[in-house]
């Protein structure tokens, strides 16, 4: 049985906004398996990004357990949680975060500086995960001079240099045409088959019809988590 590199155990979290008590998430439990391949669908507000912020040790739960690759986070201090991040989860994000004052190539490079990668590793590594996402030929260029689909192949050449067990992504064709995105879906689906667990949160039908798994919650609580046989980005654009 594969490990579980995910587990959430009657999560909840609460906000205090002013003298309202926000309850974003409410007693959720999920568990996800090294080399799944799972959407998390839901509308705005419906509490899947504070799921993402638990899952990405972006933040605390007010109650429950949270567990990322067996470790549970909730004793550990900031600097624990940044290098547990470091290690285990790869983001990639709709707004690409890119630094324009640096090169394709340094941006990759960025994750193994933390690491402690010496620099000509580094520079290797980071030329072949551009190598992988086709974009090679754009390594010395700045983020600027880069179209939208390829900034984000960039994010996710970044967010997998470091061969994370688990890539999370937020959003990640939400700024890009349906083209562009069949294209990032299809790279998911590559380092999937590596043996990555990939969880992108979302709320395009698109990408919830592309994954194996697709998990909803609405109002902070799961409604449905099913198994499915996925269709293509393309097909999915046809069925939402």
């Known amino acids: ?25 409410r007693d959720i439990s999920l568990d996800i398996k090294q080399g799944e391949f799972v959407s998390i669908m839901g509308p705005s507000g419906s ?10 040790c972006l933040d605390r739960p007010t109650g429950g357990i949270v ?8 004793s550990m201090n900031e600097r624990e949680l940044a290098l547990l991040r470091n290690q285990t989860v ?9 630094l324009p004052g640096m090169t394709v190539l340094e941006n990759v490079m960025l994750p193994m500086r ?30 600027s001079e880069l179209s939208g689909g390829q900034k984000q192949r960039v994010a996710i050449a970044r967010a997998t240099v470091t061969k994370p067990k688990i890539i999370l992504a937020d959003e990640p064709t939400g700024a890009l045409d ?12 590559e380092i999937n088959a ?18 194996r798994r697709c998990i909803r919650i609405l109002d902070g609580l799961i409604q449905s988590d099913d198994e499915q046989v996925p269709v293509s980005f393309e097909d999915g654009a046809k069925n939402a």
Request: with cysteine; hydrophobic share 40%.
């Open 90 to 98: 790869g983001f990639v994000f709709q707004q690409y975060f890119l």
């Open 47 to 56: 509490g899947k990004s504070t799921c993402m912020n638990m899952i990405g």
């Open 178 to 189: 349906s083209v562009t995105g069949k294209a990032v879906m299809n790279l998911f689906n």
């Open 1 to 25: 049985m594969k490990e579980s590199v995910i587990t959430m155990e009657h999560v909840s979290r609460t906000y205090i906004m002013g003298e309202t008590e926000v309850n974003a998430l």
């Open 194 to 211: 590596s043996g990555t667990t990939v969880v992108i949160v979302t709320h395009d039908p698109r990408i919830g019809a592309a994954s």
């Open 114 to 143: 933390y690491a402690g990668i010496e620099k000509k590793d580094r520079i290797a590594l980071a030329e072949d995960a551009l190598l992988k996402v086709g974009l090679s030929d754009r390594m010395h260029h700045r983020p």
């Open 67 to 74: 567990k990322i690759n067996g470790r549970e986070t909730a």
